[in-house]
């Protein structure tokens, strides 16, 4: 089997770790350590909905994505006049994994944002930020139900992201910026902890692949993504 550049097996990810209570503020926050990709997700409530949503009883959950000026080895300028056509792609993903994750009838009326900025990127930031984002709701719906504000738990599964692809023709798992950069196919993939895909993102720059290599890749992203939700587990298990 062969070692990629920062020593780890193709099917092993960068180092993880996810820190609960990053931000004293906010109903739920996390900070997910992914390799050198870090990013602090932090969950907001507030006891409305969209207009479009009023009188249905029914909540939302939704996300928004920031890349911090120096989060990369240049200085990136601030989005200053809205978001860009890459930041609202990614804004619209993390909502729809999140919404996955939840009964939003038994939210009732109110809505949660998960904001996600990346303090460093070295690949992956979309990935760590549903992650990371999913133990910072699940931490707001524990402070929602821990007030006596939810007579159920809206929680219906668990939600994570893992990112695979072919580099030199080889399989790898959670790819770095110097891997994805060079990748030949590269894929997102989110799904929950009951098996099911909420969206696979596959993009091939160095020509189409064949069934039978995706269906190696999603076998490649379910041990990342067993991985990435038990790191999950563990961080709930600490009261922030």
């Known amino acids: 089997m062969t070692t990629r550049e920062d020593g780890r097996r193709p099917d092993e990810l960068r180092p993880l770790q996810i820190s609960v209570g990053a931000q004293a503020y906010a109903e739920g926050s996390a900070l997910i350590e992914l390799g050198a990709t870090r990013v602090l997700c932090a ?3 507030e006891e409305s909905v969209p207009a479009w949503l009023r009188g249905q009883g029914r909540g939302w959950v939704t996300g928004e994505y920031a890349m911090l000026p120096r989060a990369t080895l240049s200085r990136t300028r601030r989005e200053r006049n809205g978001p ?3 930041t609202q792609e990614i804004q619209r993903l993390i909502g729809r994994a999140l919404r996955a994750a939840v009964d ?4 009732g009326e ?9 303090l460093q990127a070295d690949g992956g930031t979309r990935t760590a930020s549903i992650t990371g984002g999913y133990v910072a709701l699940a931490l707001a719906l524990r ?7 939810l007579a159920d738990d809206p929680l219906v599964c668990a939600v994570a992201a893992v990112s695979v692809g072919i580099v030199d023709e080889q399989l790898l798992l959670d790819l770095a910026y110097g891997e994805d950069s060079r990748a030949g196919f590269d894929c997102n993939i989110v799904a ?3 098996g099911a895909y909420v969206e696979v993102q596959g ?8 069934r039978a290599r995706l269906d190696e890749l999603l076998k490649l992203a379910d041990l990342g993504l067993a991985r990435m939700l038990a790191a999950q587990q563990d961080a709930l298990r600490v009261q922030p």
Do not use: F, K
């Open 192 to 194: 929950t902890d009951q």
């Open 84 to 86: 860009g056509g890459r």
């Open 203 to 210: 993009t091939a720059e160095a020509g189409p692949i064949t």
């Open 43 to 45: 969950a907001s409530v």
């Open 110 to 118: 109110r809505t949660i944002t998960v904001d996600c900025d990346v």
């Open 104 to 107: 939003l009838g038994a939210l």
């Open 143 to 149: 402070r929602l139900r821990t007030q006596g504000l």
